[in-house]
């Protein structure tokens, strides 16, 4: 009996152990064979040490080839946590010249990880100090910084960068994929501690630079806008304005301003509002700078025509409502009706249209879609839906009120006028370009649709121009140019509901009125005092057009009316001269000096030699691709962007010295890049440590 149980004992630790060695020889063989590649890839990642290294952004330029945002390169500091001998030494060192706190900079080095950032985007002069201390586990890779030179100009549609190289907002934002480029990485094989390994595999894929932007903007164009702009906001105490200059015949935006603004080289220091596109982003009633598509509407569906007459006797009543005009103009044409802009004439107007036809043209216009403008955030008009509308609303509608549209929509409207009735595509981005300057695609800028007939939009033209020439616009008049435009005051609408006091002054218009190669859009927020379209916008709509339409070399169309009151000078031929010496002649001329571009020469200038100009004039003084420089004379470098050993090599090559104040990257410097100094000449620079990413 003792023998059978003994036998039965040995079969079943033979049966397990069979067992058993089958179920290892099937895991042995399920590693080896099914496992292995996945567990192969691991340990590689395990041995192989990824350090990431960025591409410089793509450059955005202006349409003549300016630099408006590009990247520079710079180190950033990281750690290998299994290779730092002595965390808390070398947190105390890095905090100290970081500036860093000490608890921080120790979390980082202590982790349990294989790679950890210290801190980004470093100056040089910090980097160099960190690599004397010869720190083991601390290491750096280079990274791409982007900087705006111009700092507030074109702000908000540039946008910014974060700090992984990715665009966030603006054309930033919206050709990130253009502009990006492709991550390179820097790979070492370590050890199981994170050492890295002698004699190792090591390998290196470079980074790709991102494609470049040439926008339709003018730097000069935005200069002017933005110069004027911040002239009436101070003026007339706004809360803020927009100005924006388009190409009606292709829509190419010439410049978009807007305030307030910010420097996206410092965008934290800035209310994050300052950052929205408003031109886009907000819609506001267009106030009487809709009567034009009221009109237009009229003509082409054929409820009214210019041999039409009106009367307004000061207001009307629609249904139970009553509403006014600003005076009673009594019997009007059509064109006296836009002249004057006469509410009651256009409520006459809209009315005699009809719902079908009036919400047929506001769709043909685009008031209810979005213009379709290459940038983040475009909303799109808002008006009251048409199974809805009420007579009152379309009465109210027709000149202006109870609608709303953004600004990149009202000048898109007025350019159909303009442009012999098509509807256009206003955009930014001209072209894309490779590295070396390759032209890789060309953006579309044809017509979308025909909206109006030639003979509406020549009969409009036609009216808009009185406007200018003797009805509400005068102030927006530029002697020797035909011009034809559109004033607008509307109340604000806050939360829905009308804001008292609280105006939008607006005027909307393009030239020559014959042949428009410019329409402008002039925008004041808020104005505190006069409110009216025709007091505070058009005479900043007339300063624009004047310099814009010079810089353009449109030659006037008539010789400017002679005006006993206005004292008039000839303007002297600047070419060639100092740019100080050519300001104060022309300051002795009762004549003022814009210097345009970097140098110290004046290389052209508008108003040209010889033209007879009122005293007060702005002449522009442009100084790009100046002379070279004379025996002891150098070429201040660019070094915008740059740290302070790089900025201070830069300078020292050419024979010039560097004055600093601040540390981190430089974000202006006087003189200005280009201009010709003599050897020696001491270079005044600002640095800041928080340039924006």
Aim: aromatic share 6%.
């Amino acid at each position: 009996m003792g023998a059978i149980l003994t036998r039965k004992r040995v079969g079943l630790v033979l049966l397990f152990s069979a067992v058993s060695f089958f179920l290892l020889l099937g895991r042995l063989v399920y590693v080896q064979f099914v496992w292995a590649p996945k567990l192969l890839e691991q340990a590689l990642d395990m041995r192989m040490q990824d350090i990431p290294i960025q591409p410089r952004r793509g450059v955005i330029y202006d349409r003549n080839g300016h630099e408006l945002a590009f990247s520079i390169d710079v180190e950033s500091v990281y750690a290998i946590p299994a290779q730092v001998k002595d965390p808390e030494k070398a947190a105390a060192i890095l905090s100290q010249i970081l500036g860093m706190k000490y608890e921080t900079v120790l979390n980082k080095l202590t982790r349990q990880s294989a790679f950890e950032w210290v801190k980004r985007k470093i100056p040089d002069d910090i980097a160099r100090k960190i690599k004397e201390q010869k720190i083991p586990g601390i290491g750096f890779t280079q990274e791409s910084m982007r900087v705006w030179p111009k700092g507030t100009l074109l702000a908000q549609v540039l946008g910014i960068v974060g700090i992984d190289n990715d665009g966030l907002e603006g054309l930033e934002y919206e050709y990130d994929r253009v502009l990006r480029g492709v991550q390179g990485r820097f790979t070492v094989e370590v050890d199981a501690i994170g050492e890295a390994l002698p004699q190792s595999q090591r390998g290196y894929i470079p980074p790709v630079q991102g494609k470049n932007l040439v926008l339709t903007v003018d730097e000069v164009i935005q200069f002017i806008a933005e110069r004027e702009l911040d002239k009436a906001i101070e003026k007339s105490k706004a809360k803020g304005g927009i100005v924006i200059a388009m190409d009606p015949r292709n829509g190419e935006i010439l410049a978009m301003a807007m305030r307030p603004t910010y420097d996206p080289n410092q965008y934290d220091r800035y209310p994050v509002e300052n950052r929205r596109i408003t031109a886009i982003t907000d819609s506001f009633p267009p106030g009487s700078t809709f009567k034009p598509i009221t009109a237009a509407a009229a003509l082409e569906s054929g409820a009214v025509s210019v041999k039409d007459t009106f009367f307004c006797p000061g207001s009307t009543r629609v249904g139970d409502e009553t509403l006014s005009c600003v005076t009673a103009h009594g019997s009007q044409t059509f064109y006296e009706v836009i002249e004057n802009s006469c509410n009651v004439g256009f409520i006459q107007i809209g009315l005699r249209t009809g719902v079908d036809n009036f919400y047929k043209y506001i769709d043909l216009f685009g008031v209810t879609s979005t213009t379709g403008i290459d940038l983040p955030g475009e909303v799109s008009g808002i008006v009251v839906p048409k199974n809805q509308v009420k007579t009152i609303d379309l009465a109210v509608m027709s000149f202006g009120q109870t609608l709303q549209m953004t600004p990149i929509q009202i000048i898109t409207s007025m350019s159909v006028i303009a442009n012999g009735g098509y509807l256009v595509v206003p955009h930014l981005v001209k072209e894309i370009t490779d590295v070396d300057g390759n032209v890789l695609e060309r953006k579309p800028s044809g017509p979308v649709r025909q909206v109006i007939s030639s003979k509406t939009s020549e009969e409009l033209r036609m009216a808009l121009e009185q406007v200018v020439a003797k009805g509400t616009g005068k102030a927006a008049y530029v002697p020797g140019y035909r011009l034809a435009g559109k004033t607008g005051t509307s109340n604000k609408v806050v939360d829905g509901k009308i804001a008292p006091g609280k105006y939008i002054a607006s005027f909307v218009g393009f030239a020559p009125a014959n042949d428009p190669r410019l329409a402008l859009l002039v925008m004041i927020d808020e104005p505190q005092g006069a409110y009216y379209g025709g007091v505070v916008a058009a005479p900043v709509f007339s300063a624009v057009m004047r310099d814009v339409l010079r810089y353009l070399e449109i030659p006037p169309q008539e010789e400017p009316e002679s005006d006993a009151s206005v004292e008039m000078c000839v303007v002297p031929n600047l070419v060639g001269k100092d740019v100080v010496a050519a300001q104060a002649e022309l300051h002795n001329l009762g004549l003022v000096g814009t210097k345009e571009g970097p140098g110290a020469t004046v290389v052209r200038q508008f108003p040209v030699a010889g033209a007879k100009v009122a005293r007060g004039t702005n002449v522009i003084l442009y100084t790009e691709g100046e002379q070279e420089p004379s025996a002891g004379e150098v070429r201040v470098p660019n070094i915008i962007g740059l740290g302070l050993t790089q900025a201070r090599l830069k300078l020292s090559e050419v024979g010039l010295s560097l004055s600093a104040q601040g540390s981190g990257f430089c974000v202006s410097q006087e003189p200005p890049a280009g201009s010709i100094v003599p050897k020696g000449t001491m270079v005044k620079a600002v640095f800041r440590m928080d340039v924006g990413q």
